[in-house]
């Protein structure tokens, strides 16, 4: 395993905009898309709730998160950009969160 390895965790509603669920098969199509690229991947399903602001508007989430550790090198971080990209398209959503951060495990 690289010394240097970067986190990444993005969430994915539960719900889409017109507060249908978002079907688990789809769901689940999401994280195996990234246990198929880096063959490993955490998934919480319970709801973490966000709140967010959008044109004067409180908007009040429910999302799983994917958590995933790999090489820290650029083309992870595009592949994960684009994989952000995709799943917002295919989510019909304004964004999703996408956050990562380098870490060192012992």
Request: net charge negative; proline share 3%; no cysteine.
């Given at each position: ?6 986190r ?19 769901l689940g199509?999401?994280?195996?898309e ?31 998160r994917i ?40």
């Amino acid at each position: 395993m690289s010394s240097k390895l970067r986190r990444f965790e993005i969430l994915l509603p539960r719900k889409f905009n017109d507060e249908s669920e978002v079907p688990q098969k789809l769901l689940g199509l999401a994280l195996s898309e990234i246990v198929d690229k880096f063959g490993a991947a955490s998934f919480e399903p319970t709801a973490v709730e966000g709140f967010w602001w959008h044109e004067g508007i409180l908007y009040v989430d429910a999302l799983s998160r994917i958590v995933i550790d790999v090489e820290d090198i650029d083309e992870n971080r595009q592949w994960m950009r684009d994989y952000k990209a995709r799943w917002k398209e295919k989510l019909d959503q304004l964004d999703l969160w996408l956050v990562s951060y380098e870490i060192d495990v012992e």
